[in-house]
C-alpha cells in the first residue's frame, strides 16, 4: 500500500484523504516501509537541504487569548516570563547569532491578538534590519489585516507565520476567544498582501487522526509554504498541563503522513522536538521532514544550532 501511494505521489497525483487514514493506521511494523518512502518523497521532492529557522519571544506572557496549549495565556497560571516589546538591540542581537550559525530565516514573535499601532512600526523597524543582516524576516503576530501586512511586507517581510492549530472542528476544544474562521481571514490577508505562508499545527492536544488529517488538506486549501509541526509540550497551569508527551513513533508517522499529503512542501519540525521524540530526534529526516526550527522556542526549550547543524551534517544532508 506504502509502495503504491508512493508511486502515485511521483505519477504527479494526489492522495485522498482515504490514503491518507490508510497511512495514520500503518502497525508499527509496517512504520519502518513508511519511513523509506516519506524519506525518499522527500528526497525526490526537496533535495538534501535542510531549510532552518529561528526564534526570538519578543513579547512575553499577559495574552488575553485562551489558547489551552500555551503557556503566556493569562487566563492561565503558567509560570512564563512577562515583558513587553523588546527594543530593537535585543531583537537583532539574537538574528546576529541566528546568522552566524547558518540560520536562513528569523521570525520575530509576540504574544497577544494582535500588537498595536505603534508595536507594529518598531517591529517593521526591526524587520528591515533584519532583513539588511542576510536573513528572510518572518513575523508572528496575531490576527493582522491586509493593511497591517502589507506594512510589514514593505519593510521586507518576507513569510508570516500564522498556524491553524488543528482541525475546524476540533479548533473550539483548544480556543474560545477567536474562532477557525478569524484564522483563515488572517491567512487570506497574507496572501492578499503577497506574502509566503508558514501555517500547520500543534499535535498531541487530544485531537484525532482525522482531525490531523483533516488540517493536513486545509493547509493545502490555504496554499501554506511551509508547514509547521508542533508536538504539545504540557506545561502545568495550561489546561493541557496534565496531558503526556505522544509517544515519539506516533509523532513520526505524523510527519511521514504530512510528506505524503505535502510532497512539495517544507515540512518544518517545531516545538516539542526534542521532548517527545529524545533518541529518536534523529529520524526526522528520514520521515520525511526537511525544516527545522532551531534554538530555542517561546517559552521552552529546544535545541542548539550546533547540535542540529552536526545532526544535519551527521545524516548526509546541509542546511540550506
Known amino acids: 500500500m506504502i509502495d503504491a501511494l508512493y508511486n502515485k505521489i511521483i505519477a504527479g497525483r494526489k492522495i485522498t484523504k482515504t490514503d491518507a487514514a490508510a497511512i495514520a493506521g500503518v502497525s508499527i511494523g509496517e512504520m519502518p516501509a513508511l519511513f523509506a518512502s ?3 518523497l522527500r528526497q525526490h521532492c526537496r533535495g538534501a537541504s535542510v531549510d532552518l529557522c529561528a526564534i ?3 513579547k512575553s506572557g499577559a495574552c488575553p487569548e ?20 523588546l527594543d530593537k538591540a535585543a531583537v537583532l542581537e539574537k538574528a ?6 547558518g540560520v536562513k530565516r528569523f521570525c520575530i514573535v509576540i504574544s497577544g491578538r494582535k500588537p498595536s499601532k505603534g508595536e507594529l512600526k518598531k517591529i517593521a523597524v526591526m524587520i528591515r534590519s533584519v532583513r539588511d543582516m542576510g536573513l528572510l524576516p518572518c513575523s508572528t503576530l496575531g490576527l493582522l ?6 506594512c510589514l511586507r514593505d519593510s521586507g517581510l518576507e513569510r508570516y507565520h ?5 482541525s475546524e472542528r476540533f479548533f473550539p476544544e483548544i480556543c474560545r476567544t477567536h474562532t477557525y474562521y478569524d484564522k483563515l481571514k488572517t491567512i487570506e490577508a497574507v496572501h492578499d498582501a503577497g506574502l509566503s505562508l508558514c501555517s500547520g499545527g500543534i499535535f498531541g492536544m487530544g485531537e484525532t487522526w482525522e482531525d490531523r488529517i483533516d488540517m493536513a488538506f486545509a493547509l493545502n486549501k490555504v496554499n501554506a509554504d511551509s508547514a509547521p509541526l508542533n508536538f504539545l509540550i504540557p506545561v502545568p497551569g495550561t489546561p493541557l498541563g496534565h496531558r503526556n508527551y505522544m509517544p515519539p513513533f506516533e ?11 505535502h510532497p512539495q512542501k517544507e515540512i518544518r519540525i517545531c516545538g516539542g522536538r526534542m521532548q517527545v521524540l529524545g533518541e529518536f530526534n534523529s529520524m526526522v529526516f528520514m520521515a520525511g521532514a526537511d525544516s527545522l526550527l532551531t534554538g ?4 521552552t526549550t529546544g535545541r542548539t544550532y550546533e547540535d542540529d547543524l552536526r545532526l544535519i551534517n551527521n545524516c548526509g544532508l546541509s542546511a540550506a
Open 96 to 101: 546576529g547569532e541566528a546568522a552566524a550559525n
Open 66 to 85: 485562551d489558547c489551552s496549549y500555551c503557556a503566556q495565556s493569562s487566563r492561565g497560571s503558567a509560570d512564563v516570563s512577562v515583558y513587553p516589546l
Open 56 to 58: 526570538i519571544n519578543a
Open 145 to 150: 489585516d491586509k493593511e497591517e501586512l502589507q
Open 296 to 299: 530555542n522556542y517561546l517559552t
Open 251 to 261: 509523532a513520526l508517522k505524523i510527519i511521514s503522513l504530512y510528506r505524503f499529503i
Open 162 to 166: 500564522h498556524n491553524l492549530e488543528t
Open 38 to 40: 516519506a524519506d525518499r
